[in-house]
């Protein structure tokens, strides 16, 4: 899909991110954690909608941004990124550097939720400051509410926002909610690995996820799952959830790598 349309007089640049979603679509990412443009540019060629630049748990900083946003732009894919905080600074800087949607992690309550909104809004409605680095030099707008609107994502992967989901979703402004497993588990008392639960725990934590997506779709809010293989993000599509990622760079790396060289090897080495 097109990443950023060209949009003539004074309406508002569309997002292909949310019109996918007000369509009814479903998004399916791919996950950046290694800062390097060739790896976004293989990334976003993959046939993935978009592709997630991870602040948080991946190597990217906000100075890597705008390389690694236009190698992906460059591939028509969407950019995303997850911000490493909920915070004006980090927020505002990853949407000046040409994001179309944030990821906000570890949201718990609806003042977090309406602290994040604030923060991709200017002027009255939030508290953005206006300084988008790229959208001076491009064509288009210049208006501050004539640039691209973002996509709002948080990450509901606590004991606290699990409680407040309903809450959180009924939030002006949240666009969707994305269960981070690894850390809800951990929130539960319970192992990452879905393979070391116990058929309790594996019962409980099934049970998180499908509170989170009711929520959303109490609320028309697009349910997300965090997911590192493409089998997995089909089942959790065919549920009903319409962000998914599919594939993590180190994470197939490393998979298979370690599948060759174990095929290279003889036998008993």
């Not at 992967?157 to 994305?178: C, F, Q, R, Y």
């Amino acid at each position: 899909m097109p990443n950023r349309p060209a949009t003539p007089g004074s309406l508002p640049a569309p997002n292909p991110l949310l019109e996918t979603w007000r369509s009814g679509g479903s998004i399916v990412a791919t996950w950046l954690t290694i800062p390097h443009v060739v790896v976004a540019e293989i990334l976003a060629a993959s046939g993935a909608d978009a592709v997630v630049v991870d602040q948080q748990h991946g190597g990217a900083t906000a100075a890597d941004l705008i390389a690694l946003f236009l190698a992906i732009e460059g591939r028509r894919a969407s950019t995303i990124t997850r911000v490493p905080e909920n915070t004006v600074a980090s927020i505002g800087r990853s949407l000046d550097a040409g994001a179309l949607g944030v990821i906000v992690p570890m949201v718990g309550t609806p003042d977090e939720a309406r602290a994040a909104v604030a923060a991709c809004r200017h002027g009255a409605a939030g508290s953005r400051s206006h300084g988008p680095m790229r959208a001076h030099g491009l064509p288009g707008p210049s208006d501050p509410e004539d640039l691209v609107r973002p996509a709002l994502i948080l990450q509901i992967e606590t004991m606290a926002g699990l409680a407040n989901v309903g809450t959180i979703a009924s939030v002006p402004g949240v666009d969707a909610l994305l269960v981070g497993p690894n850390d809800l588990a951990l929130s539960l008392g319970m192992p990452v690995a879905a393979a070391d639960r116990s058929a309790d725990e594996e019962r409980v934590h099934a049970e998180a996820v499908e509170r989170v997506r009711l929520a959303c779709a109490a609320h028309g809010v697009v349910s997300g799952m965090y997911c590192t293989d493409g089998a997995s993000a089909r089942a959790f599509l065919d549920r009903g959830f319409r962000f998914v990622s599919a594939a993590t760079d180190s994470g197939v790396l490393e998979i298979s790598v370690r599948r060759e060289i174990g095929h290279a090897r003889p036998a008993g080495r």
